[in-house]
């Protein structure tokens, strides 16, 4: 059984994965850039998530409105664990002045249905979205048609098969520093 709060993700040794989803206009010029570019907001918080399955489940399998392209961004560990750095947890009253914030869900599984641990989103504050988008992310790999086809095969019952669909995430290793500032267990 997975730790309480847990890191888990798809990674290497110099890459992190992150999930997020977005509307048609903003995915299609990233995609084309190879980065975030307008109509990208360099001006509010960002939220990533290494966990595609949380992803999922916030964005109705990309079925909501203004979210209905997933993106897998490989980013840099070094950015990762600079935003981690800099992280305050919501829970914490400094915040408001944190320039990165740290939020902990319950984790989901393939149904929706919510696990006994918890999945981190990290908040990318206006301050480092641009190191963000020029500094760390390392590629971009479009996944809505994965995604929808995960959907279907979950809808239709034939959760085996979507299980093999999903990326290989498994627990991050944090420098126990970090892993304190998140409160990951």
Not at 15 to 22: D, G, L, S
Not at 42 to 56: D, E, H
């Amino acid at each position: 059984m997975p730790a309480l709060r847990q890191v888990r993700a798809d990674f290497d040794a110099t890459t992190i994965v992150v999930y997020q989803a977005y509307p048609r206009a903003v995915a299609d010029a990233a995609l084309a850039a190879g980065t975030f570019v307008a109509p990208f907001s360099f001006a509010r918080m960002t939220w990533i998530k290494p966990s595609l399955l949380w992803l999922m489940h916030r964005s109705n399998w990309g079925r909501k409105a203004g979210q209905e392209r997933i993106l897998a961004v490989r980013i840099s560990r070094a950015g990762w664990e600079r935003a981690l750095s800099e992280a305050v947890l919501t829970s914490d009253p400094a915040l408001a002045r944190a320039r990165v914030h740290v939020q902990w869900d319950p984790e989901r599984s393939l149904r929706g249905a919510a696990l006994n641990h918890y999945s981190i989103q990290v908040g990318v504050g206006r301050e480092l979205i641009g190191a963000y988008a020029t500094e760390w992310v390392v590629g971009l790999t479009d996944l809505t048609p994965v995604v929808r086809k995960m959907a279907t095969l979950v809808q239709t019952g034939r959760t085996a098969e979507a299980q093999r669909l999903l990326p290989p995430e498994r627990p991050f290793p944090l420098d126990p520093r970090l892993a304190r500032r998140i409160d990951a267990s």
